[in-house]
């Protein structure tokens, strides 16, 4: 069979295109945009310390927390090599794959976790960009930080500490939290995320807990 006619059978354009049926969209098909800490390593134009979404948008300054609610988490594990090495980790997300993972490993193996965070868009924020998801009265960005080290510890075992003194039905998701990127001195200083529950009364309104409850079926 020539080229010509292997193209030709694989053109789109006489596909026959279904009107019903096909596979439904679920949340794992959403492209949500990463959330960053900006380091002084970090190949992102921001100031050193604020949290960047989709390297573009700056959500925060350091030091500065910001209104958010958590969506999901998701641990899991990954070897921890060096910086300058080429290439990420291996990541596994259970026990059995984590076996395999520390057998076949030259690296130290870590925790680590990725959270999703709905923000509600401030009035300083009007028309920026940065809040694309209207739901209810109001705008929302939403993006995925991964943590890993000392920001895990202020983050993911902070929701996971919450979720287990809660009941069932009342998650995370159901109160404020803030996200700061906060200073961390050392040998080289550097910025690291953390979440804390927000001292307010107020909650999140009730189209954005169906939203939530309706992502994470």
Do not use: C
């Amino acid at each position: 069979m020539s080229d010509s006619a292997i193209i030709e059978q694989q053109d789109p354009q006489n596909e026959i295109v279904p009107r019903r049926g096909g596979f439904d969209v679920t949340s794992e098909d959403i492209d949500i945009p990463r959330l960053n800490v900006v380091q002084a390593v970090s190949q992102i134009e921001a100031p050193h310390g604020s949290i960047v979404i989709d390297k573009r948008h700056v959500l925060a300054e350091v030091n500065t927390p910001i209104t958010v609610i958590p969506m999901s988490a998701i641990k899991g594990y990954r070897e921890d090599k060096p910086y300058g090495l080429e290439g990420m980790g291996r990541s596994v997300y259970s026990p059995e794959d984590l076996e395999a993972l520390k057998k076949d490993t030259e690296f130290p193996v870590v925790e680590f976790a990725n959270i999703t965070l709905m923000f509600p868009e401030p009035k300083e924020a009007k028309g920026s960009g940065a809040y694309p998801f209207p739901i209810g009265k109001k705008n929302y960005a939403i993006g995925t930080l991964n943590v890993a080290k000392m920001a895990y510890a202020q983050t993911f075992k902070r929701l996971a500490t919450y979720g287990k003194f809660r009941a069932a039905d009342d998650p995370a998701y159901n109160v404020f939290w803030e996200l700061e990127a906060i200073t961390i001195d050392g040998k080289v200083t550097y910025f690291a995320p953390s979440l804390r529950v927000k001292d307010t009364e107020d909650s999140p309104d009730k189209e954005v807990i169906a939203f939530i409850d309706k992502f994470n079926k």
